[in-house]
């Protein structure tokens, strides 16, 4: 048998029993070794090496697994190997990787690629691809690694390889993991566990499990999360893998933590994770369980305890220059000085940590950052500062949560475009073929009958199903759109609630305007309460909505003797983009008669009249207050409400008219309906 056969005979065998018995594994590289050399082979010696090299980087034996890596590396360039080499390279770069030596790595791992392609090593294009894609993760270029990750997903799938093919599918995962893409992340974690089932694959499932779990967690199903970590910690107990034991367990521990189990997590990594992390000299692993414990020393009341584990991680972070570390630090330190009221000091940290969030595209982890810098300005008494960190708090939670819904919905209103524009051009051909049909009737009336029949059957069930297919993204689309009306009806909560906070610590003019200002939001958020608790969310009963608006403003406002009738035709349905302006210029109309029409007065009256006359809807409004000047032009007023209304009413394409009446104050608005009605859309 030849020495290359023997050889790969030993590599397979060493394969199989590195991930289940790493005794066992040791045992067949040291006689691989021997067999090497008792044939004087510079290839099986070298092999040998390398797959010891595999064990003792495994075990935490960093410095005698750099040596087997460096001789394997002699051996098969005395050998002329280049298959070898290019493994040796690889997995020299792997090590450094692990270490935080991003530079090196990055070129011995191009070295042994540009290797690869000049001797067309199909297999060994398949590792290299995917171990950049790994070496750019942990360098947090994330849209660099899932490039890679994707080429090493060709190139395996190219020469059939389940394994590495399996292990970029993990990996790809990850990255969608950390930019936030959910369902993707699911989705391609299915497809590598698919494999690796396959392949009987323990260990990489069960880092897939790790990572699922992750995903779970972050979307708030604890009890899936807690079950696949415990899978995960399972199979790396049984495999005797440290390194998965010592990462699964920090983010189990994590998990405890969101679950207030506070003692429990910090007696996990105190017990089971730092000590694997030092005993492998792994010091990102190290630096993550200070930044672990600093958390939970804060959460447990012991605030030095928190500083200082804080700053143990970050020097190890810094010296690593492991930036997606570095940001989790940043965050942590934010949130544990913002809890023992260190305000200002809290912010230092988060507006760093913002700072590489966005470079690093870490979406996830910024809502925190910005809701904790809201409450920080608000305790400072930053009240506008505190309004627009919720607003990015909003943005960024939006954003996480809706990327991939926005994106469908914008894949099925470009599809239901493209079927409805199918189905008009469908309906345009029958019309002509039927037209010519007509005029050929005379000349072949049986032959043109049977043909018109069978295409108007044809057309018929070709209608059909394309009105069908039309139904169903309609269906599909609506529950999106949903979904995203809930989502900003969340958000203008948010606001509605700052607004509210500030008008007790304000001077009266500065009340005046956050009230005005509050009922402006309500008139927005009220139409979205309406719409997210219907089916239709493309239509609002307009009396409904006028009637809660003017109650809210009633409420803000404090004037309860001012009664309120509105009278409108029954079931009026108008379309929400119009409501929302009409909603706006009622707000202000109603807002002025409370504040201004009634003053020192027992009680008073208000009458709103809602009808549709023809072509137009008519909104007409009476008070019995003290009235406008008779001199009162709304055209030239310069009040910002005035302004609004006259804006809001030039949008509809409507006319407006305010002016004193014979008891009060007259207003009447006048919009286009029906085949003016794109004007109101717009």
Known sequence: ???????????????????????????????????????????????????????????????????????????????????????????????????????????????????????????????????????????????????????????????????????????????????????????????????????????????????????????????????????????????????????AGGNYANLLEKNQKFEEAKSIILNNVLPIDESMNNSTGVAHSYNSLGKLESELGNFSNAINYHKRALNIYKEAGKRSGIEDVFTSMGVTLSTYGKYELSNEYLDSAIIIGLEIQDYPSLPLMYKTKAQNQYFLKDYKNALEMELQYAIYNDTIYNREKLKVVNELQIKYETEKKKLENTLLKASLIEEKLVNEQQRLKIIGTSIGMVLLASLLGLYVRSFKKEKKLRKRIEILNREVHHRVKNNLAIIKRLISISINDQDPDSVRKSEELLSRVESISLLHDILCAQDNTDQVDLKLYLEKLCNCIQDIIQSPKIKLHINSDSNLLIKADPAYPIGLITNEIVTNSFKHGFPNVEEGNIHISVKKEKEYLMINYRDDGLGISENFNIKSSNSYGMKLIKGLSEQLKGHIKLEPSENGTFFSLKIPLYEKEENINR
């Open 1 to 247: 048998m030849s020495n290359l056969k023997i050889n790969n005979q030993y590599d397979s065998l060493f394969r199989v029993k590195i991930n289940n018995n790493p005794k066992q594994a040791i045992k067949i590289a040291k006689e691989q070794y021997q067999v090497g050399h008792d044939r004087n082979n510079d290839v099986l010696k070298g092999s040998a090496l390398n797959n010891l090299g595999l064990v003792f980087e495994r075990e935490g034996e960093i410095d005698t697994a750099r040596i087997m890596y460096s001789k394997a590396l002699q051996h098969f360039e005395k050998a002329k190997y280049t298959t070898g080499k290019i493994r040796s390279m690889n997995n020299i770069a792997m090590l450094n990787t692990h270490l935080g030596e991003y530079k090196v790595a990055q070129n011995i791992l191009w070295d042994a690629l540009q290797l690869s392609i000049k001797t067309d090593d199909k297999k060994s294009k398949a590792m290299l691809t995917g171990n950049l894609g790994y070496l750019y993760e942990n360098m947090s270029l994330y849209d660099s690694a899932g490039y890679y990750y994707l080429k090493s997903i060709q190139h395996s799938q190219a020469i059939n390889d389940s394994l590495k093919e399996a292990n970029a599918w993990g990996n790809l995962a990850v990255i969608m993991k950390n930019k936030g893409s959910y369902d993707s992340t699911i989705s391609y974690i299915h497809k590598s566990l698919s494999l690796r089932a396959s392949l009987d694959d323990k260990l990489g499932m069960a880092i897939d499990q790790h990572t699922l779990a992750q995903v779970y967690q972050h979307l708030g199903y604890f009890e899936k999360a807690e079950e696949n970590f415990l899978s995960a910690l399972a199979i790396g107990n049984e495999l005797e893998h440290q390194m998965l034991i010592s990462v």
